[in-house]
């Protein structure tokens, strides 16, 4: 990373903004789109998790229509953040509903249960 950074630097400095770099620059909201899709699918596909998928095409196309329509890159990280977090909610909710808790007195007794957890007699 660091070799990258003094070459984009010794890049800007020594010519000005090359071609490449300056594109990269101009479309940074898309480049931005298309790294979080990167990432999003190799954790998704290393975790199993289809959810992540779904995640890192959301960013991407929230990115390039914040982009296309000239919304600032905060609120367009903003509103993507809320829309994970609801959906988050949304499924902490289901899993809730369909694994409720049978009371604190049944955690007590799967814990004491377990073999880790048991008393030697001494």
């Not at 289809?50 to 905060?74: P, S």
């Not at 289901?94 to 409720?100: A, G, N, T, Y």
């Amino acid at each position: 990373m660091t070799g990258l950074g003094f070459f984009f630097t010794f890049t800007v400095s020594q010519v000005g903004l090359s071609p490449w770099l300056d594109s990269i620059f101009e479309n940074g909201l898309i480049v931005v789109g298309m790294g979080s899709l990167a990432v999003c699918i190799l954790s998704g596909y290393s975790m199993g998790l289809k959810r992540l998928y779904a995640y890192g095409l959301l960013a991407l196309v929230a990115l390039v229509i914040g982009y296309f329509m000239g919304i600032f890159f905060a609120y367009t990280l903003i509103a993507l953040g809320l829309t994970v977090m609801v959906m988050c909610f949304v499924l902490l909710i289901d899993f809730v509903r369909k694994c409720p808790l049978q009371g604190e007195k049944a955690i007590v007794e799967q814990r004491h249960r377990h073999p880790r957890h048991r008393r030697i007699n001494t």
